[in-house]
């Protein structure tokens, strides 16, 4: 059965402390991973996508980075307007374009 | 660019009514939309799948006959929640996607109450 699986499940950062959430996942086939951040009440907001092994994207303080098995998305000197939730989903080669969700990790930024 | 928008934002119905939800592509034709459901600290559940001019895909567990899907057009769909019950109450959330690419971009979401 395939499977996203994100951690931490909740994550607290000081203002400027990088870290590092997971998406690992366990599919017959990957098309492509998404990652997307989603604030309280909204819908998700697309971050990247990401396709092959070793494919790496940017965004302001934002990289995603892609193995065979997980995916990271490093945040660098986070500030508080980057909590949030952040949602990792895949694609799979047979799918038909359905995207299969992690559990998310809730992020806070304080100060 | 890749505007989704949902309306109404939010809606409060009694029990034993129907409820409509338009989903709209501003920006892009969307070829296929999605309808999502999500609970409380919990993730994206998907419901259907549609494809315009197509009957919708729906997911095991989910009642067609509850949950209507029309796409009758490029830049849009609608869900009905038909009968709703305060169980159906909850915050739906559609995407969509552009001919030929992977992204699916989301709408701001439309929170359901039923009383």
């Known amino acids: 059965e395939d499977q996203v699986t994100q951690s931490p499940e909740a994550l607290r950062l000081q203002e400027g402390e990088s870290s590092s959430l997971n998406c690992s996942y366990t599919?017959?086939?990957?098309?492509?991973l998404f990652w997307y951040r989603q604030d309280p009440g909204k819908g998700p907001e697309f971050l990247f996508t990401?396709?092959?092994a070793g494919e790496e994207k940017e965004k302001e303080r934002l990289k995603a980075t892609l193995t065979k098995k997980e995916s990271f998305l490093h945040i660098t000197a986070p500030k508080p307007e980057d909590s949030a939730t952040y949602l990792c989903a895949v694609q799979t080669s047979g799918g038909y374009n359905k995207l299969i969700f992690g559990a998310g990790t809730r992020l806070a930024v304080h100060p | 660019g890749a505007v989704v928008s949902q309306h109404p934002s939010w809606v409060i119905c009694k029990s034993g009514t129907s409820v409509k939800i338009e989903c709209r592509s501003l920006d892009f034709q969307a070829t296929t939309m999605f309808w999502y459901r999500q609970f409380p600290k919990q993730s994206l559940m998907l419901m259907a799948t549609?494809?315009?001019?197509?009957?919708?895909?729906?997911e095991q567990g989910v009642e067609k006959d509850k949950f209507l899907i029309n796409h009758a057009s490029l830049t849009l769909s609608t869900l009905t929640v038909t009968s709703a019950h305060p169980e159906d109450s909850s915050f739906y959330i559609c995407s969509a996607r552009e001919g030929g690419t992977d992204t699916q971009y989301f709408g701001p979401g439309t929170r359901l109450t039923v009383l």
């Open positions: 990401l396709y092959s």
């Open positions: 599919v017959s086939g990957l098309r492509g």
């Open positions: 549609s494809n315009e001019g197509s009957k919708a895909t729906y």
